[in-house]
């Protein structure tokens, strides 16, 4: 791992990403769910690394104007990306995959993210 000159929460966060990449890997069997969290948007995709490709994507600005009962703002528009990825991949035959959180904290949209794909039926 290099050396960090500029600790901003960006390249922070690179680094965190690049030590859980070390260890999360998606297969065939099981891909790897990432996510990016934006201060606009979130985005989640989910992928082969085995065969380096991309098999389904979903972003928060394909969910706007959408309420979520119990959850607010981003956080909502996070569970609703969620459910829309799970559905995404299960029309494409995809049960299981493994969650990469892309280095932030399993908390608030992250963590609604994950619940909502979970509640669309995915398992990790």
């Known amino acids: 791992m290099r050396r960090l000159f500029n600790k901003t929460k960006s390249n922070l966060r690179k680094i965190r990403h690049a030590r859980i990449r070390a ?11 990432s996510v990016f969290r934006g201060n606009r948007a979130m985005t989640a995709q989910i992928i082969d690394d085995s065969k380096r ?13 959408k309420k979520v009962e119990g959850k607010a703002g981003k956080v909502a528009n996070g569970f609703l990306v969620g459910q829309l990825l799970a559905e995404k991949a299960k029309a494409k035959g995809i049960t299981k995959v493994v969650f990469d959180r892309g280095g932030y ?3 608030g949209r992250v963590a609604a993210l ?7 039926g995915l398992q990790f």
């Open 114 to 120: 994950a619940e909502g794909a979970r509640a669309g």
């Open 53 to 65: 490709i991309t098999l389904c994507a979903a972003t928060s600005k394909e969910v706007k104007d």
């Open 23 to 33: 260890t999360v890997i998606g297969t065939s069997a099981a891909p790897r769910l």
């Open 105 to 107: 904290k399993y908390h």
